[in-house]
């Protein structure tokens, strides 16, 4: 229902993380399409070292704020000025060397080849789960922004992809990443705060 913040699945939750924790030094802004089973969705996204800022204009709108050194995620409601606020993301990996650590719990990444992906040369992985039900999940990230621009799951209980096009290496301000004025928080009754 367009105009109540909905709550981000705990899967997406995750990838957004750790993309946000690849791209240590990585500013720009993106156009992004993203395919979860029946849905589909796209918007602009924000970077800004581990700073991301997603804004949904098509699918379920909303806009969500990561920030790993704020130990928050903020989903934004616009159509009701209200925001939801989880914290306890902190500990997030800071290398890709890290980051493989944290996952080799959940599955097993292996180094695939190279391809370009928006004019950006990339080192893809594969990635599979441990639970075979959750099957392969292939991540393209980019040598230079170090950041994951193109992500497709394959075998999984439903088709999964994200994909950043006309990607600007440009200056982000930092008030992208900050609570907009006027916003009222809301809670919902067992979700972490």
């Known amino acids: 229902m367009r105009g109540e913040i909905k709550l981000v699945p705990r899967t997406v939750v995750v990838v957004s993380l750790l993309a946000g924790a690849l791209c240590l030094a990585a500013e720009f802004s993106a156009d992004f399409a993203e395919v979860k089973g029946p849905?589909?969705?796209?918007?602009?996204?924000?970077?800004?070292?581990?700073?991301?800022?997603?804004?949904?204009t098509q699918g379920n709108t909303g806009i969500m704020i990561s920030r790993p050194d704020k130990d928050v995620i903020w989903n934004l409601n616009p159509a009701g000025k209200t925001y939801l606020e989880m914290t306890g993301i902190g500990n997030m990996p800071t290398s890709d060397a890290d980051i493989a650590a944290a996952l080799k719990?959940?599955?097993?990444?292996?180094?695939?080849?190279?391809?370009?992906?928006?004019?950006?040369?990339?080192?893809?992985?594969?990635?599979?789960?441990?639970?075979?039900?959750?099957?392969?999940q292939y991540q393209w990230i980019s040598k230079k922004l170090k950041v994951m621009i193109k992500m497709d799951s394959e075998g999984s209980p439903f088709k999964m992809s994200t994909e950043f096009k006309n990607i600007k290496e440009e200056s982000v301000p930092d008030s992208l990443f900050e609570l907009p004025a006027g916003y009222t928080k809301i809670s919902i009754p067992g979700l972490k705060k």
């Open 105 to 136: 719990d959940l599955g097993e990444r292996k180094l695939v080849g190279e391809e370009s992906i928006n004019g950006y040369l990339c080192d893809k992985y594969a990635f599979t789960y441990h639970d075979k039900s959750m099957g392969t």
């Open 39 to 56: 849905r589909t969705s796209s918007g602009k996204l924000y970077m800004k070292g581990t700073k991301v800022r997603r804004e949904v």
